[in-house]
C-alpha cells in the first residue's frame, strides 16, 4: 500500500508540473490551439500513468538496487569525470545509433532506428505546438514571412515559401516517412522470421507497430489534403488522426511502448557491471572459482531476503547457496538426482 501511495503521489506531482508548465509557456493558455486540447488532455493522462508505473517499477527490489547502486557508482569519488564520458560514449552508441541492435541484425537495426528517430523528430514538434510552448505568427504587414515564439518570446523569422519554412512546416512528413518505413521493415521481420513470429504477442509486438502507423498514414493524409485536394475530407481525416493519436498517448503507460521510458535507466546497469568487474570477484566456496563481482551477489542475497526468499545452507563454510558457482550448482544437481534415484531403487534392476 506504501508503494502505491508514494507512486500515486509522484504521478500527482508530474501531472501539476506539466499543467504547470503548460499554463506559463502558454502565456496562460493564450496560445493553446483549441483543436489541439484533446491531445493535450491525453498527455497529461499519460504523463500521470508513466510516472506511476516508473514509480512503482522504480520500487520493485531488484530495479531499486540497481537504482540506488547505479547513482553510487556513477558518482563516486574521483569517477565523475571518466563516468560522464563514457556516459556521453554510450547515449551516443546505445541510444543515437543503436549499435546493441546493429550486432542483432542490420534489418532489425533499421527499423527500430527509423521509428525512433521518426518518433522523437515527432514528439519535437508536436507536443511543443500541443502545449503552446511555440507559435507562429505572420509579421505586422507582411503575410509571406513567419516568427516563430518559443514560451511566448519572439525568436526567428522566415519567408513562408523559403527552404526552412518548407522543412519546418513539414517536419511531421519527414517524420511519418521515417516511421512508415522502420514499420513496414519491423512487419516484414515478424512475417517472415518464424523465431520472431513464434514468439509474438498481439498486444505487444502487432499492436504498437499498427498504431504507429496509423498515425503516420492519417497524418500524410491531412497534409494531401490540405495541399492537393484543396482540404477534402480534412475534418474527418483530422478525427480520425486525432482518434489515433490520443489512443496512442492512452496506452503508453500499458503496452510496449513503457520500455521506451524504462531503457535509460538501464545506463545504470552499465555502471554497476563496470564497477563490479573492477572490484573485488566472488569465489565459489566449493571450488574457489571466480565467477561473478562480489558486490553482485552481495547485492542479489539482500535482495532474495526483500522477497522473501531465503537460501542460507547450514555449512558454516558456504553460508548462503549464492556463494557456489553455476558449475558447482549443476554439479550438486546431478548428484542430488542420482542419489534419489538410488534411494528410490532405481539401479536395483541392473
Known amino acids: 500500500m506504501q508503494a502505491i501511495v508514494k507512486a500515486f503521489t509522484w504521478a500527482v506531482l508530474a501531472t501539476a508540473l506539466l499543467g504547470i508548465l503548460i499554463v506559463l509557456g502558454s502565456r496562460n493558455l493564450k496560445h493553446l490551439d ?25 520500487q520493485r527490489p531488484p530495479t531499486a538496487m540497481y537504482w ?3 547513482w553510487r557508482v556513477f558518482f563516486r569519488r574521483g569517477a565523475l569525470g571518466s563516468n560522464l564520458a563514457l556516459w556521453l560514449r554510450r547515449i551516443v552508441q546505445g541510444f543515437a545509433l543503436n549499435l546493441f541492435i546493429w550486432r542483432r541484425g542490420r534489418s532489425r537495426w533499421a527499423a527500430h532506428w527509423l521509428i525512433m528517430w521518426g518518433c522523437i523528430v515527432a514528439a519535437a514538434i508536436t507536443f511543443p505546438l500541443v502545449f503552446g510552448w511555440i507559435h507562429f505568427e505572420t509579421l505586422p504587414g507582411n503575410f509571406e514571412w513567419y516568427r516563430a515564439y518559443l514560451f511566448g518570446w519572439p525568436t526567428f523569422a522566415f519567408p513562408i515559401d523559403s527552404a526552412i519554412g518548407f522543412f519546418i512546416f513539414h517536419g511531421l512528413v519527414w517524420a511519418a516517412f521515417l516511421v512508415i518505413a522502420g514499420v513496414m521493415l519491423a512487419m516484414r521481420r515478424r512475417m517472415r522470421e518464424h523465431g520472431a513470429a513464434a514468439v ?11 498504431l504507429l502507423f496509423a498515425i503516420s498514414v492519417t497524418g500524410l493524409m491531412l497534409t494531401a489534403s490540405y495541399t492537393w485536394m484543396k482540404g477534402y475530407a480534412f475534418d474527418f481525416l483530422a478525427i480520425l488522426h486525432a482518434i489515433t493519436v490520443i489512443f496512442t498517448l492512452l496506452y503508453l503507460p500499458f503496452g510496449k511502448f513503457f520500455h521506451i521510458f524504462q531503457r535509460p535507466a538501464q545506463l545504470g546497469v552499465a555502471f554497476y557491471k563496470d564497477a563490479g568487474a573492477a572490484g573485488d570477484q566472488a569465489l565459489c566456496r566449493r571450488c574457489g572459482v571466480a565467477f561473478a563481482s562480489r558486490m553482485q551477489v552481495e547485492d542479489l542475497i539482500v535482495v532474495e531476503r526483500e522477497l522473501g526468499y531465503r537460501y542460507e545452507l547450514s555449512d ?35
Open 34 to 58: 483549441a483543436a489541439l486540447i484533446g491531445y493535450m488532455f491525453a498527455s497529461l493522462f499519460a504523463v500521470f500513468g508513466l510516472t506511476y508505473r516508473y514509480s512503482m517499477w522504480l
Open 68 to 70: 540506488r547502486r547505479g
Open 200 to 210: 509474438q504477442e498481439f498486444g505487444e509486438d502487432i499492436l504498437p507497430l499498427i
Open 316 to 350: 558454516s563454510q558456504v553460508q548462503h547457496y549464492q556463494w557456489i558457482c553455476p558449475r558447482c550448482r549443476r554439479s550438486a544437481l546431478a548428484v542430488a538426482q542420482g542419489s534419489l534415484w538410488a534411494s528410490c531403487g532405481g539401479g536395483a534392476g541392473d
